[in-house]
């Protein structure tokens, strides 16, 4: 049998593609529990939420090696998910008059690429909202440090009914795609065995549970301003 | 029955093919489906126009030969049958049925509803095989005690007919299913386990070579096969495939 090119497959090939938009969707789920537990902190301890939020903002270990690793695990899931979508396309160039998806794959599997991109757009708000705020406080404003401000700009932030609105369609369709996403990248990492069904489970439970904390803080928040 | 057929007519594998209306009188319940399109093209050939093509050879579900995608789902409406273990009971009169050849850019309509479907040959020609040492005295294969689990295993992946309606199933059109139960049947047994990982990187080397698409675990192809191959092959070639490469 012919010896393959050694490690060409590793980079070039349609499984190692697959590969690298599974990790880097692991990495997101993982990165997601961290922000739902200190967004509930939101919630709970208004005090504590400042506190964690103030040490995200100012720890060096999590400014500069978090957050690039974080931004970077964002870009490279989702090139990668047009990159394979594109190719997915060209795969069939010539369209079926009638082609019953429906009949055999669910809703959430066959339009990942769409739920995927209303959660990009919403990125996109998110980033404008939460991370240019907090580059231009401390980069380009150069205002002091100030512990105490995180809680107030968070409620202040879901005053408008529109923003909250927006956020919450975000989290429906973060759920749609982490129902098929979490354990689709398991399948594609090679694990389909007796634990696979606990994985589906599991999957399904997480994709409902912390978008629904998500959305959850934002109506929190929208119904109960701070009044002073 | 009366029936009322969209047909996909393309003359060669150059022309624009088009979607053509035919309306069938005397279709019989207890016919097979080949058997209906035969019934319309013998009108056809009496009126002196052109019959429709379509590949058929075993006509019992065993050469994967029949392709075709019948009111959008490959082999037709029923669950683990080819084309020509679909039977007319599976419809009604008055019935509109849209078929299609199988849609993929690796697999391009030679004529009508037959597509060319080497693109398969050549990636079981890239591994989809072991190699044995036929002269002298070559070793009894059942001298090799084998786990019954994992006999079964790889003679459920063996059962792949390569008729491609994973391919046609798949919302992009990947050969996934397909190029993973020929890699697993031999992955599980000993006698395969000696080019495993070159296997494994050859013939997916050549899938993507052949302009297939990416697998994104919907799980239509499942649904779809007839031979009811399950996604764990696609799980085991990504292992074969990660463990290969990893280790050069």
């Known amino acids: ?228 | 029955m009366k029936l009322y057929l969209k047909i996909w007519r393309q003359k060669d594998a150059n022309s624009k093919g088009a979607m053509v209306d035919y309306t069938l009188n005397g279709v019989e319940s207890d016919m097979s489906f080949l058997e209906m399109l035969d019934i319309l093209n013998e009108e056809l050939i009496s009126k002196g126009e052109e019959p429709v093509e379509f590949d058929h050879d075993c006509r019992e579900g065993i050469c994967g030969t029949c392709s075709l995608m019948i009111n959008g789902r490959p082999h037709g409406p029923d669950s683990l049958i080819t084309v020509c273990q679909l039977h007319m009971r599976s419809f009604n009169d008055g019935d509109e049925i849209v078929i299609e050849p199988w849609r993929a850019t690796a697999f391009p309509v030679i004529k009508d509803l037959i597509v060319d479907r080497s693109a398969f040959e050549r990636i079981q020609q890239a591994g989809g095989y072991i190699s044995v040492n036929t002269s002298g005295r070559p070793v009894d294969a059942n001298a090799i005690p084998i786990e019954k689990d994992m006999a079964d295993q790889s003679f459920n992946a063996a059962t792949c007919i390569g008729c491609g309606a994973c391919v046609a199933a798949c919302k992009n059109a990947s050969a996934m299913l397909f190029t993973s139960a020929k890699v697993s049947q031999f992955a599980l047994l000993p006698q395969g386990r000696v080019e495993a990982a070159e296997r494994v990187q050859n013939m997916v080397r050549q899938m993507d070579l052949e302009g297939f698409g990416n697998c994104t675990n919907t799980g239509a192809c499942e649904v779809e096969c007839p031979k009811g191959i399950s996604l764990e092959n696609i799980a085991r070639m990504n292992r074969e495939y990660l463990s290969a490469t990893t280790k050069g």
């Open chain 1, 1 to 228: 049998m012919v010896k393959p090119a050694r490690m060409s497959g590793l980079i070039k090939s349609s499984i190692a593609r697959k590969v690298v938009m599974a990790l880097s969707g692991l990495f997101l789920v993982i990165f997601l529990v961290l922000h739902v537990t200190i967004n509930l902190a939101s919630v709970i301890s208004p005090d504590f939420f400042n506190e964690a939020s103030h040490f995200m903002g100012y720890n060096p270990l999590v400014q500069y090696l978090m957050q690039p690793i974080l931004i970077i695990g964002v870009i490279v899931h989702f090139v990668m998910g047009f990159v394979l979508e594109i190719q997915n396309k060209k795969a069939r160039s010539v369209r079926y008059v009638k082609f019953k998806g429906s009949a055999n794959a669910p809703w959430v599997s066959r339009n990942m690429i769409y739920s995927g991109l209303v959660v990009l757009a919403f990125l996109g708000l998110h980033f404008y909202d939460f991370w240019v705020h907090e580059m231009t406080y401390k980069y380009i404003e150069i205002l002091p440090e100030d512990p105490t401000r995180y809680y107030a700009e968070t409620v202040e932030k879901f005053a408008p009914m529109w923003r909250t609105l927006i956020y919450v369609v975000a989290f429906v369709l973060l759920a749609l795609h982490l129902w098929h996403g979490f354990a689709s990248s398991f399948q594609t990492m090679g694990v389909n065995n007796k634990y696979s069904k606990g994985i589906k489970t599991f999957t399904q439970l997480f994709a409902v549970v912390v978008p629904l904390a998500f959305a959850f803080i934002a109506i929190y928040h929208h119904l109960n301003p701070i009044t002073h």
